[in-house]
């Protein structure tokens, strides 16, 4: 499957989970970390791990299951590492405290209109 693939059935996951303010980066060019980085807020610790058992689901099921999860047992910000793209779910204070939108500035931020529910 291909990492843009992958992104966008972790995009339409969160979205359909009520993820908030969910963007999708596209870092081919600027690291080898990642092809992909998504980034999505929360509103509580719950949701933080609701929206991480849904996009740990569908990958899942689409035969691309998150090689490893981190940060799950305090849920202030779940990193999951699906190889090629990388899903980060975030509290609102910890996602403005961390800001990877500033730290991959440079990344292309990808149009996801058409996904959000």
Not at 5 to 28: C, H, P, Q, W, Y
Not at 53 to 79: F, I, T
Not at 91 to 117: H, M, P
């Amino acid at each position: 499957m291909e990492p843009s693939e992958i992104a966008m059935i972790a995009v339409k996951a969160l979205s359909d989970k009520k993820g908030m303010d969910i963007r999708l980066l596209k870092t081919t060019d600027l690291t080898v970390l990642a092809d992909y980085f998504v980034l999505c807020t929360a509103t509580s610790t719950p949701h933080v791990k609701s929206l991480v058992e849904e996009v740990d689901k569908r990958l899942s099921l689409a035969g691309q299951p998150p090689l490893r999860r981190e940060g799950y047992r305090s849920g202030n910000w779940v990193l999951l590492d699906c190889g090629s793209v990388i899903v980060h779910i975030f509290l609102k204070e910890t996602r403005a405290f961390y800001n990877l939108e500033r730290l991959w500035c440079d990344a292309q931020d990808v149009d996801i209109s058409g996904i959000e529910a």
